[in-house]
């Protein structure tokens, strides 16, 4: 039994993508803010690696937001074209 229709599970899909955003911009930044302050503790760096490691994983996170938007824009555009 199909409970959606293909626009509906179309929907759901770029949902649960744009929904993951959030979630990899947070696991990003908080990768790079820890992975700093644990080689500042290795390093005697404080604060310097907790704040490079913060700026990366933000960095990581704001290009993976810059890819989903590309491709989701390229993709509405084809789809607009087949119509």
């Keep these: 039994m199909m409970l959606l229709r293909p626009e509906g599970r179309e929907h759901l899909r770029v949902l649960g993508r744009v929904g993951g955003i959030g979630v990899e911009l ?3 930044t908080m990768v790079g803010w820890f992975g700093g302050r644990w080689l500042d503790g290795q390093l005697d760096s404080a604060p ?4 490079i490691g913060l700026f990366l994983g933000l960095a990581a996170g704001v290009k993976s937001l810059y890819v989903l938007a590309r491709r989701e824009s390229r993709r509405t555009t084809n789809d607009e074209r087949r119509t």
């Design 26 to 28: 947070v696991v990003f």
């Design 48 to 51: 310097w690696m907790q704040w």
